[in-house]
């Protein structure tokens, strides 16, 4: 049986960064951002395309110097995504990228401290209707706040820093807000967005800051961002990695696409971790398969099995699969076996086969086999028997070794009468 529930989402206003929509039960959209120079505007339009590709729904630009403002003039109007500036210690910087037209601010309160700048801010951004993102940073927080939590920070100093910069914000009438708590320890993370989720619904951009290089800062943003996704919290994520930032886009979406909370575009390519009984390389096959599909936009669920002996059937609810066997590859879809094909034609019959479903659909695919159908199972199920033949139904020896198990657990005595009676 299919199970395709996703999680309930928390509730929240919903606020415009050009024209995507962000909380409000809008989809959870990825973000990146640049890492030129935003003064060098066609080097950051290049990446900003580049990460639009790879799944980008929005894109942060620094503007660091007045050359970036003015570089920002020169991308908005060319930019296919909404475009962020990147505000820190510089507030007349946020003045001059609203002047060049960008669709969202983000401000870190830690490092932009007078009242009287962040109100002037929050005003000119008012008038044309451009939100904020309270970027709260636990690497940066305002000294105050440090103090007043005993020189650490904790999650309540980083939800307090959050809540001052809202009624900063709120005495102007500026309410275009979305809110970030990240820190670099996931706990520390997880926790700080739990708090600020309980006290406002403002909607909350995710991410782990300076999570590090993949693979590892691929898995801390991970299990910081999923944990918060499947309790409801989240808006719009986005994955800090020290890597091409094509990287970061990419993760985003597969991450919102494994939890259901985004519609595929991608193959989801599933391929069984292995064992005594595959019959050929799956991690070569898989990553075969993985690089030929690419940046192909099938949005199918697509099957690397090492064996016809369980393969079909582990992988039954895959819209298309091949199983490994006596030097060929037994195509399935839907868990029907189709057509059977030369081991070095695995790969290519897979994506030729994709992309014949994504246009056509299942049921064609399979009358398109009616005539190579029976064969093709009499050929799976030879194959089948014969590997059982050859390995028996315990590829990996459990039995044997679940025998050994038991009888290194037993008592002394016990163990010393067993082998008595065997002799
Ligand atoms: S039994 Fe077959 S399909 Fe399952 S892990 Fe082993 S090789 Fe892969």
Redo the contacts with the bound molecule.
């Keep these: 049986m299919e199970f395709n529930q996703s999680f309930p989402r928390r509730d929240t206003r919903q606020i415009t960064v050009g024209d995507v929509a962000v909380g409000g039960g809008a989809p959870i959209t990825v973000q990146s951002m640049t890492v030129t120079k935003t003064a060098d505007h066609e080097a950051t339009l290049r990446q900003i395309y580049a990460l639009a590709a790879a799944g980008a729904d929005i894109v942060r630009c620094t503007c660091n110097e007045p050359a970036a403002a003015e570089g920002l003039a020169r991308i908005v109007p060319r930019s296919p995504v909404p475009i962020v500036a990147d505000i820190h210690h510089q507030y007349l910087r946020a003045l001059e990228a609203l002047e060049a037209g960008v669709h969202c601010l983000r401000l870190n309160p830690g490092n932009i401290r007078n009242p009287k700048h962040i109100k002037l801010v929050a005003s000119e951004a008012l008038d044309r209707r451009v939100p904020i993102r309270i970027g709260v940073n636990g690497g940066s927080l305002h000294p105050d706040l440090y103090a007043k939590y005993g020189g650490k920070v904790t999650p309540e100093a980083m939800v307090e820093s959050a809540q001052q910069e809202i009624a900063y914000f709120e005495e102007v009438g500026f309410d275009l807000i979305k809110i970030s708590v990240k820190a670099s320890s996931v706990p520390l993370t997880i926790e700080a967005y739990r708090q600020l989720a309980e006290v406002t619904d403002y909607p909350l951009h995710l991410g782990v800051t300076e999570a590090g290089p993949p693979p590892i800062g691929t898995l801390k943003a991970t299990a910081g961002m999923a944990t918060l996704l499947a309790e409801g919290i989240g808006d719009t994520i986005r994955y800090s990695l020290t890597a091409d930032p094509v990287e970061e886009a990419k993760a985003g979406r597969q991450l919102l696409e494994t939890m259901g909370l985004r519609e595929r575009k991608n193959v989801d390519l599933i391929a069984?971790?292995?064992?005594?009984?595959?019959?050929v390389d799956?991690f070569a096959i898989a990553q075969e398969a993985m690089e030929a599909f690419g940046e192909k936009k099938i949005p199918l669920q697509v099957a690397v099995?090492?064996?016809v002996?369980?393969?079909p059937g582990?992988a039954r609810d895959a819209d298309l699969g091949i199983?490994a066997g006596n030097k060929r590859g037994h195509l399935f879809v839907k868990g029907q076996n189709v057509m059977v094909v030369p081991e070095d034609e695995m790969v290519a019959t897979l994506i030729e086969w994709a992309e014949y479903i994504h246009t056509h659909g299942a049921q064609a695919a399979l009358d398109r086999a009616s005539s190579t159908r029976s064969a093709a199972r009499r050929a799976a199920a030879q194959d089948r028997d014969r590997n059982l033949d050859q390995r028996g139904e315990d590829?990996n020896n459990a039995e044997a070794t679940i025998a050994n198990i038991r009888l290194a657990s037993k008592p002394r005595d016990e163990k010393r009468r067993d082998n008595t009676e065997e002799c």
């Design positions: 069984c971790p292995s064992c005594g009984r595959a019959e799956v099995m090492g064996c002996v369980n393969g582990e199983a590829a």
